[in-house]
């Protein structure tokens, strides 16, 4: 059975950096694309980032461009989220997802709150 777990979220002021975290369990890890989303109170949940494996390949929001970087660590089934310069609209529920053979399996989310 497959499961992924968030972690890293917290309350940061604007220009801050905070690394979210997304460990999962079950399936083959190297196999997979992790992708990042983030849904604001209101708002419509939105894709921050993605990497795939094993070629690497990574897609990011316009808005996380040059501010957010993502990457994995596949030996510890383990992907991040590091994101800078951070900003009040940044603040949301940043829920991590695994595409596994064309399955979906998320996490329930970790808080992230930019203070200004």
């Known amino acids: 059975q497959v499961q992924v777990v968030e972690s890293g979220g917290g309350l940061v002021q604007a220009g801050e950096s905070l690394r979210l975290s997304c460990t999962a369990s079950g399936g083959r890890f190297s196999v997979n694309v992790m992708g990042w989303y983030r849904q604001a109170l209101g708002k419509q949940r939105e894709l921050v980032a993605s990497?795939?494996?094993?070629?690497?390949?990574?897609t990011y929001a316009d808005f996380a461009k040059g501010r957010f970087s993502i990457s994995r660590d596949n030996a510890k089934k383990t992907t991040y989220l590091q994101m800078g310069s951070l900003k009040p609209e940044d603040t949301g529920l940043y829920t991590c997802?695994?595409?596994?053979?064309?399955?979906?399996?998320w996490g329930t989310g970790t808080l992230v709150t930019v203070s200004s």
């Open positions: 997802k695994m595409r596994y053979f064309g399955l979906d399996y």
């Open positions: 990497i795939s494996s094993p070629d690497g390949s990574t």
